[in-house]
């Protein structure tokens, strides 16, 4: 037996979003066996006090993933060079 259920709004309410502007986006892609080095490395980043607005990582195939990170433009050059 399945039981199923029905939540209907007549309006879409979407609750804290916030816009934000002057966003850098940087990608990369990682073989699983670096991943322990950059996550030090983007740790060592929050020591900075540098925060990222998205972080997001993907299996990719051949054993790598995708990562992309999502930060404030004002960081940019210090993430890149670390």
């Known amino acids: 037996m399945e039981t199923s259920a029905v939540y209907w709004e007549?309006?879409?309410?979407?609750y804290g979003f916030q816009k934000t502007?002057?966003?850098?986006?940087?990608?990369?892609?990682?073989?699983?066996?670096?991943?322990y080095k950059w996550g030090l490395c983007i740790n060592e980043l929050d020591d900075k006090e540098i925060?990222?607005?998205?972080a997001l990582l993907q299996?990719?195939?051949?054993?790598?993933?995708?990562?992309?990170?999502?930060?404030?433009?004002?960081?940019?050059?210090?993430?890149?060079?670390h």
Do not use: G, Y
């Open 59 to 81: 299996w990719s195939d051949k054993n790598n993933f995708h990562l992309c990170l999502i930060f404030h433009r004002r960081w940019e050059s210090r993430i890149i060079d």
């Open 10 to 14: 007549p309006k879409i309410k979407i």
């Open 51 to 54: 925060k990222f607005n998205l």
């Open 21 to 35: 502007t002057d966003l850098a986006w940087v990608e990369l892609t990682l073989k699983a066996e670096q991943m």
